[in-house]
């Protein structure tokens, strides 16, 4: 295409000051860098080149070419990585992180299963609850649980995740079943490192501050206290849905839990999203959802 003659070279002096470093980065004469270049300013009717016998530099409407044709050149090389993407196996290193029970139970198996079907690539998982920069450690991807904080990186929301109330059918029997908000303060309820449990009245989401003879910063600790029926706890589904469904335990004020929140995966802002992470992001959307 003619609008394209004579681009490449531009943008390499541009980018180099030098019609002699151009002649040798596109592997052509300089006499030829030189004449495309002079052909693309005769076509525009525009100076874009100052040529002294020391140096090459840009003029205005040189500068404000050069911008818009190295973005049309970046646009064609993504456009040429996607493509070849398409053909390619994933490979090379997926560095992820998730929260450590999330993880265990929900993350790994299907990550675990991702591997199965490409053995190209090489896995780094660390589950830690602690949140890490995901562009200083050189994460990949990371797996985060309920509401996001404002920040640069991309988000896609693979699953949801609710919160339930529960206590074994013994505990009940003898504590009694809570029918409102204000019968928490009655019971013995299992803290995790806050004094208080998000939940819902009339539309609106209360933080309702609830007393207990247990504080832990480990959801499995205060599954297991709940199992011995000690209290009343406040976990997320995937710790309580096996006990619940089993009968083990039972949920409660469950007119009262709140919305259910995000499960998302965060990503460094990047032009091209590679196929290992937009895969995985696929595969983990897909088994989280039949998971439900």
């Not at 394209?4 to 000051?17: I, K, L, M, Q, R």
């Not at 030829?32 to 100052?50: F, I």
């Not at 493509?83 to 790994?108: M, V």
Request: charged share 20%; hydrophobic share 40%; with cysteine.
């Amino acid at each position: 295409m003619q609008c394209w003659d004579g681009v490449t070279e531009f943008v390499t002096v541009a980018e180099n000051s030098s019609f002699t470093a151009a002649s040798r980065l596109l592997g052509i004469s300089i006499a030829q860098v030189s004449r495309q270049v002079s052909a693309l300013e005769n076509r525009l009717s525009t100076r874009l080149l100052y040529r002294t016998t020391r140096k090459v530099s840009l003029t205005e409407a040189g500068t404000t070419y050069y911008q818009h044709c190295r973005q049309l050149m970046d646009g064609l090389a993504d456009a040429e990585r996607a493509l070849n993407d398409l053909n390619s196996e994933p490979r090379g290193c997926l560095k992820l992180t998730a929260p450590t029970t999330y993880g265990e139970l929900r993350i790994a198996p299907l990550v675990n299963t991702f591997m199965a079907q490409y053995p190209a690539l090489e896995l780094q998982f660390l589950l830690t609850n602690q949140t890490v920069d995901l562009v200083a450690g050189g994460f990949d991807l990371a797996i985060r649980p309920g509401r996001l904080p404002d920040s640069t990186m991309m988000a896609r929301r693979l699953a949801s995740r609710g919160r339930y109330i529960c206590a074994t059918p013994a505990y009940l029997a003898t504590q009694g079943t809570p029918k409102d908000l204000a019968a928490l303060a009655e019971h013995n309820c299992l803290l995790n490192a806050r004094d208080h449990w998000l939940l819902q009245e009339n539309g609106e989401e209360r933080n309702v501050r609830v007393n207990g003879n247990i504080s832990c910063n480990s959801g499995p600790a205060l599954l297991d206290a709940a199992l011995k029926g000690q209290g009343l706890v406040q976990l997320p589904d995937y710790y309580v849905e096996p006990w619940l469904a089993s009968g083990e335990l039972v949920a409660v004020l469950q007119d009262y839990q709140p919305e259910a929140e995000g499960v998302w995966g965060l990503y460094p802002h990047n032009r091209h999203l590679s196929p290992k992470v937009k895969l995985l992001l696929d595969h983990l959307a897909a088994g989280l959802e039949t998971e439900r």
